[in-house]
């Protein structure tokens, strides 16, 4: 393993989940009370370029230019993890570039981690296989092992196997290519981390094992669905699971809300027109954005539709995208 000054860069995707993620079995090690299933997008990128360089004397992270002192924490334990598998003790300088806000339920710590942990590999010549890489990135953030995939990714809980939890791709992203429309209602930060949101929810939420209990039967039916490609059956159980995490958000206390009332409006609207027979989904993470995924020929539509209600905006769009990869390899 070398010890001389290394760097690469990778990119990487936000990735959307349609069965949701939302409590942890493990706090300590981060592990997921539930299995997910999400799409990665193609329309936002992160860029992370990671330099090892033996006379660093620590760590550094930069997000935009800027010091993030609370993600720099996740990046150096990030760092510490794979260092210590790696069996190389040099500190790093992290520079990571989003193309769309951060913190707005739009998943830019999915993608980050995602790049993260692919730049630092390449820059190490660690050789960690995607598994293991994974593993790594759902340590630093649940949702990331799955933005080192591409187009429908699953993450399972797997108590017996290798590692706590195994990640994969059901589907490439131009066997099914469905469209995404994120209708932005508040670009701000959001007012309660995931982290934080969690662990309120498991420990006051006189509805959260009913929520743990009933995911494994959503997992198997939106899996089902995307390996049918059935547009409806995927449209159905992502808004249960969508709205049931919502429902034990709210039922915290004191309760999440993440909503404003431009979400609720969009709601409304992509049910309207999903009644009316127009192919179209939603689904809202931990902030005010909703989410359509639709097939691409209503796909204007839908875009029309959204725009129009008062109080979105912006609108981001995107079709299905590949996984975390190194674009730049300098080692
Ligand atoms: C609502 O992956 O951000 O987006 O593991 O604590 O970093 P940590 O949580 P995070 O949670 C994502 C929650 C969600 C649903 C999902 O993406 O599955």
Redesign the pocket.
């Given at each position: 393993m070398s010890h001389k000054p290394t760097h690469a860069t990778a990119v990487a995707h936000p990735n959307i989940?349609l069965v949701?993620?939302?409590g942890?079995r493990d706090v300590e090690r981060?592990i997921?009370a539930v299995g997910?299933l999400?799409i990665t997008l193609d329309g936002l990128t992160t860029t992370t370029t990671v330099r090892f360089d033996p006379e660093f004397e620590h760590d550094v992270f930069l997000l935009g230019g800027c010091e993030a002192p609370k993600m720099a924490q996740r990046v150096v334990g990030c760092l510490d993890r794979m260092r210590r598998r790696a069996g190389v003790s040099m500190h790093a300088v992290v520079e990571s570039e989003n193309d769309f806000p951060t913190a707005a339920g739009l998943?830019s710590?999915?993608s980050g981690f995602a790049a993260l942990v692919i730049a630092a590999d390449a820059a190490l010549g660690a050789g960690f296989d995607r598994s293991e890489l994974a593993d790594l990135a759902r340590q630093a953030?649940?949702?990331?092992a799955r933005s080192l995939f591409g187009g429908f990714v699953e993450l399972r809980l797997t108590p017996d196997g290798p590692y706590p939890t195994e990640t994969r791709q059901l589907l490439e992203p131009r066997a099914w290519p469905l469209r995404i429309l994120v209708a932005v209602t508040d670009p701000g930060p959001k007012a309660v981390g995931?982290?934080e949101g969690?662990l309120m929810t498991e420990l006051t939420s006189p509805y959260y094992r009913d929520w743990v209990e009933s995911s494994p039967a959503d997992l198997l039916e939106a899996r089902s669905a995307v390996e049918r490609r059935d547009f409806e059956a995927l449209a159905d159980v992502s808004e249960l699971s969508c709205l049931k995490?919502h429902a034990v958000m709210l039922s915290a206390r004191p309760g999440l809300v993440y909503w404003n009332g431009t979400t609720v409006e969009c709601i409304r609207r992509v049910r309207e027109l999903r009644a009316d027979g127009v192919a179209v989904f939603f689904t809202v993470?931990?902030g005010p954005q909703v989410k359509a995924v639709c097939l691409p020929e209503v796909y204007e539509r839908v875009e029309r539709e959204l725009a129009a209600i008062p109080g979105v905006t912006s609108m981001v769009e995107s079709r299905l995208g590949d996984g975390a990869r190194v674009v730049e390899d300098r080692r």
């Open positions: 989940a949701k993620y939302w942890k981060n997921p997910s999400s998943a710590s999915a953030s649940g949702s990331a995931s982290t969690m995490m993470d931990a």
